[in-house]
């Protein structure tokens, strides 16, 4: 193997991952000149165009993802060898990249960032907010975080939050005017605040009591993608809302929400880190996954 190209080739995977030469500059720390005279340096030795350029971004060809699908795997294996070194200094370190979803980030990892930074010095985490299931490997994550329910059988998941429990909400305002539904076909009758998932779909409400599952198609006047403005919403008197019960315990603590259909909404669980199991574990993963782990 020419050696020039190993150098090369971390370029170009540096470039596909910040979609720019300036921001894979700015990633390791040289020159974005250096950067362009290495990709086109390996793509004239290839004699294949490895980049498509424009104007606003950067992206792989056809046979430039073809390379990095098969690169990515060589790359980790010596992040990997140079991360063990660092542990055997008992330091984990590098690089730790995560996908996770709004909710994941809001409830589970916010609280403690601080903390793990201050932890581990020589971990740098890059946390990329994703609803959708990714595949962590062809995304190039370390690790995701998701809900237990939705995990592959083929990874290995370590549980980082409690349980969670699904909470209908509305403003005694709201309630002045309408009555309070005692089944979830009652909904129907309601207006309803909806949650659109960053993939389009929109959330059907689910509920589950006495072995009975039901997922009603909400109806109402707001759309939004982000939790804490529906619950801000429903506060505000715009509608009921379905949202987990960390982001309005304290409105219904101080009675600025009244709950209903508490009886349809059991516990069920939490977050879950995981990560390929055919893979070694990295020293910061297994730092990151140590520190946030619900014990017991």
């Known amino acids: 193997m020419n050696r020039a190209h190993l150098s090369q080739l971390a370029v170009l995977a540096t470039v596909a991952q910040c979609g720019s030469f300036r921001g894979a500059a700015k990633e390791l720390a040289i020159a974005p000149s250096a950067v362009s005279h290495a990709v086109s340096s390996l793509e004239a030795r290839l004699g294949v165009r490895l980049l498509?350029?424009?104007?606003?971004?950067?992206?792989?060809?056809?046979?430039?993802?073809?390379?990095?699908?098969?690169l990515r795997p060589a790359l980790s294996e010596i992040?990997?060898?140079?991360?063990?070194?660092?542990?055997?200094?008992?330091?984990p370190a590098g690089n730790l990249r995560l996908s996770v979803p709004r909710t994941a980030a809001?409830?589970?990892?916010?609280?403690?960032?601080?903390?793990?930074?201050?932890a581990y010095r020589d971990i740098v985490l890059e946390i990329v907010i994703e609803d959708r299931?990714?595949?962590?490997?062809?995304?190039?994550?370390?690790a995701g975080v998701r809900l237990g329910e939705s995990l592959q059988r083929d990874m290995i998941a370590v549980r980082i939050g409690p349980?969670?429990?699904?909470?209908?909400?509305?403003?005694?305002?709201?309630?002045?005017?309408?009555?309070?539904?005692?089944?979830?076909?009652?909904?129907?009758?309601?207006?309803?605040?909806?949650?659109?998932?960053?993939?389009?779909?929109?959330?059907?409400?689910?509920?589950?009591?006495?072995?009975?599952?039901?997922?009603?198609?909400?109806q109402g006047p707001l759309i939004l993608d982000e939790d804490h403005l529906?619950?801000?919403?429903?506060?505000?008197?715009?509608?009921?809302?379905?949202?987990?019960?960390?982001?309005?315990?304290?409105?219904?603590?101080?009675?600025?929400?009244?709950?209903?259909l508490e009886d349809w909404c059991p516990p069920f669980e939490g977050f879950f880190v995981y990560y390929p199991s055919r893979r070694q574990m990295r020293p910061a993963l297994r730092a990151f996954v140590d520190f946030f782990k619900v014990s017991g």
């Open 52 to 70: 498509a350029r424009s104007t606003r971004s950067v992206a792989p060809t056809e046979e430039g993802a073809r390379l990095l699908e098969r």
């Open 79 to 91: 992040d990997l060898a140079l991360e063990t070194v660092v542990e055997s200094r008992d330091r």
């Open 106 to 118: 809001h409830l589970v990892l916010t609280p403690r960032l601080g903390a793990f930074a201050a």
């Open 133 to 142: 299931f990714t595949d962590v490997v062809e995304g190039g994550f370390d």
């Open 163 to 218: 349980d969670l429990r699904g909470a209908v909400v509305g403003a005694p305002s709201y309630f002045a005017t309408m009555p309070r539904p005692i089944h979830p076909r009652d909904l129907a009758n309601h207006r309803c605040i909806r949650f659109r998932f960053s993939s389009g779909i929109l959330y059907r409400w689910e509920f589950e009591k006495d072995g009975e599952e039901i997922e009603i198609a909400a």
């Open 230 to 260: 529906i619950a801000q919403a429903v506060v505000d008197g715009a509608g009921l809302a379905f949202v987990f019960e960390p982001y309005v315990r304290a409105p219904l603590a101080d009675g600025r929400l009244i709950r209903v």
